[in-house]
């Protein structure tokens, strides 16, 4: 269970990619800003505005091919409360498309502490009699920093609502390694968190072989994905870096296994920007997000050639 | 700058502790739930009221002796769009008390997002020509798992905004030494971060010897504040640990300098309960809380004696 949901997803797309929703007031064409603005206030709720309406015309330009999409809650949170409203709204928004709803959150704490992020994002809350939803994710990316205590209560809440997280394994950024290539007798710090990741994986196993726990693995570190894809034989990958990070699908190549599955790779700017590179009207934004989209894919795919799931 | 208001409060008020707002709906008096549920309904508006209130009742009952308050993020987030709210109102009364308000978020990510984060947290947004406060802490708590990319963003914004952070170092929690004590060629992990707080913290000079980059290291782990203390010179500590979770004021002492600075102490459950343990009526419940937090800190001042600002 729990990742699974997403492996069928990427399967019946053909096509291994999420898109990440990290939107910048400068992405947002000036037409939809105009328009929130006038209609909301030059405000934080009228930015806000203007943002949600951006997600959900990607969203309705990107659903037929894309499984997946993972708002950055950073961007949001910068809008204060009208900002994780437009949070809220875009999860439900691509839920309703039948995406796959990664929370990139990076969230991290300890015991009753770490549950009540976990509800947060991935459960429900009770309020009396009623059960309610705070956040829409079906996957939350975490921090393992704090170990086990810190991953422990996010493994229950993933177990009663059937969800999963991706843990930050091998980061994208130029300084990931100034602590997590540090090397524990001989071993790297960041081999060490995926291994624990294996072993907290054991308590979400998955039909496809692929546990409720991922990792985050950058495409910027080709070597460590190779070497990592080896040694986590049942941890999927969330992918960044591909694209505005400089990485091309041949460095995440060697993430996919024999199926064509074990990681979903993830480009944000690229796509949510992709009508000023193109250099076309604004209005077009969703189409020009569409056709890079279809690059990417299609790149991507000259080297998984098929997913299937295994029987 | 930076961290030097918080170091004037605890000077001013005589008492290095800070108390945590975490507040789950079971600490809530019945008759603030009740009345908050009649108002705006038993769902999560409700809920996020009936926690303002009693958070709003708790400052005013310890504003006077208490320097600061640190909400946990995730208590607020479970409650969803309103809950933020309720996070930003509690911020906003706190500093209207004149309180320094740490934002408890473990935050992190790198480059523009990171620094959505700390705009989001400590800074102010830009939306056409207004500027707008998303939230409204003094500090943040930081995880520092991905390196200098991930710190850099928010190093710039507390020294445009004059703001602080607290980078996890040695967590308080039992699983803390699965990665954090692990050792790169003899050192720990939780040192070697340290030492990068040392460094980031180069840039956020403060008046009285004490960066703006601090370091979270729990009470638990008595033997490792004195080293850090001794290792660690300009960083200031945020100590968790403290009651709840089993350390007493014996196992902070190594914290404080000659000047009974270098580190300030939360209790969370212990204030917000008090009422609880107590078995006075519920409406005393901030009566309760100021008994307790006196109590803490008559406990902290027998050992720190008396906290006074190098000149």
């Known amino acids: 269970m729990s990742m699974d949901l997403l492996l069928k997803n990427i399967c019946k797309k053909q096509n291994p990619t999420v898109v990440g929703l990290d939107p910048k007031l400068d992405y947002v064409p000036e037409y939809i800003k105009e328009k929130a603005f006038n209609k909301y206030g030059e405000n934080l709720k009228g930015a806000a505005k203007a943002i949600l309406e951006f997600n959900k015309c990607l969203i309705d330009s990107l659903y037929e091919i894309i499984p997946a999409v993972k708002p950055q809650a950073a961007y949001y949170e910068m809008y204060g409360t009208a900002g994780m409203k437009t949070l809220y709204k875009t999860q ?30 991935l459960g429900k809350v009770k309020v009396r009699d009623g059960e309610y939803t705070p956040f829409m994710g079906d996957s939350l990316t975490v921090n393992g920093y704090l170990g086990t205590d810190g991953i422990k209560p996010l493994i229950n809440v993933c177990k009663e609502y059937d969800k999963s997280i991706f843990v930050l394994v091998k980061t994208s950024n130029p300084s990931s390694g100034e602590l997590q290539d540090l090397k524990v007798d001989g071993t790297p710090i960041y081999e060490l968190m995926g291994k624990m990741c294996e072993k907290w994986g054991e308590e979400l196993p998955g039909a496809y072989g692929y546990s409720g726990v991922g990792a985050v693995v950058g495409a910027t570190y080709p070597e460590q994905i190779a070497e990592l894809r080896a040694k986590l034989p049942h941890t999927f990958f969330l992918i960044p870096g591909y694209g505005a990070q400089g990485a091309g699908a041949k460095d995440i190549a060697a993430a996919f296994d024999e199926n064509g599955l074990g990681g979903i790779v993830n480009s944000s700017r690229a796509i949510m920007t992709a009508y000023k590179k193109e250099g076309c009207d604004e209005c077009d934004f969703a189409g020009a997000a569409f056709r890079e989209a279809m690059r990417m894919r299609d790149e991507i795919m000259s080297y998984v050639k098929q997913i299937k799931l295994p029987q």
């Open 92 to 121: 439900e928004y691509a839920k309703s498309r039948g995406m796959y709803v990664i929370t990139d959150g990076k969230r991290n704490d300890i015991g009753a502490t770490m549950e009540a992020y976990a509800t947060a994002h």
